[in-house]
């Protein structure tokens, strides 16, 4: 019913139609029926305070105005037989018969070929039941839909973002059967890419954290330091080797903090030069170990 397709957004549209001087556009329906004929009440959005002398209902409403489409599919079709008009609604006749059984389920009523019609507001989802037929009341536009109420059956295995895409296209082809767009510009696809996206990077912390949470799984040091202390046990941070080493120099100056040393090893030269310092500690051999130097020190020759 149209409950079940009803949004914030369509009732923000019915307020600005009824406050408008000329647009028009559909409100609600109710089906009845009335011994072997079925009818459709058609309720057009009211006029606000302001437009008092505003006609709200078109006049000259004829079946060719109407046109009734099937949401599902191996329904027979529908069409509009009569129309007429009866106080504050239309009321439109339709080619069936309780005998006929093929009409049943979900059919969405046009309106074409209409002046003034707002296109957002002209059609209008319906459904046809044997012996559960609910009208369709009308809605003040200030007030908020009900909730969506539908079934929904959470895929607990979609855990990256094509398994969370197609998931959101299953689920609204269930919501919207009209919406079957699937173009990568449209912007509904836009929209599910983007949330398929998020989730999927969601999706990879929270089984980071779940790995995190146990001690036969934990992958980071952090997270084995804080499960060991949970044991009463605290991981030393460890420590570099240290080295004394000796400096001899030719002049007094300054040793800078972060200075690479090398370890001696035949044939090296004990000496490096100044602009060759920076490609031999590049060069490095694999057996030789670089040092930095912990501290800016003074050196003097006379310590040599």
Known sequence: MTDKFSSYIRLQRRLNVSQHPNLIGLDFLEIEQQEQQWYLRAYFVSPSPEQPNKQHIPPNLTPANFQIKTLQKKLAPLKVESVNYIKNYVQLELNLTTKNEDWLGFHLLTLIDIEYLDSALSQL????????????????????????????????????????????????????????????????????????????????????????????????????????????????????????????????????????????????????????????????????????????????????
């Open 125 to 304: 989802p319906f459904s046809l039941w044997p012996d559960n037929i609910i009208p369709i009341h009308p809605q003040s536009p200030t007030d908020l839909p009900p909730p969506l109420q539908l079934p929904i059956d959470i895929n607990y295995l979609a855990k990256d973002y094509q398994s969370f895409r197609q998931l959101m296209l299953d689920y609204l082809t269930l919501l919207l059967p009209q919406w079957q767009e699937r173009h990568e510009a449209d912007l509904g696809i836009v929209l599910v890419d983007l949330l398929a996206y998020v989730a999927d990077y969601l999706s990879y912390y929270q089984d980071a954290v779940a790995t995190e949470s146990y001690l036969g799984t934990a992958r980071r040091r952090l997270s084995l330091t804080r499960h060991a202390r949970l044991l009463d046990y605290r991981v030393s941070e460890g420590c570099n080797a240290r080295v004394w080493v000796q400096v001899q120099v030719t002049g007094n100056t300054v040793l800078p903090i972060g200075t690479p040393l090398l370890t001696h090893n035949q044939p090296a030269p004990k000496r490096i030069l100044v602009n060759e310092y920076k490609q031999r500690i590049q060069q490095a051999n694999p057996s030789e170990q670089v040092f930095e130097t912990m501290e800016t020190v003074s050196l003097y020759v006379q310590h040599n």
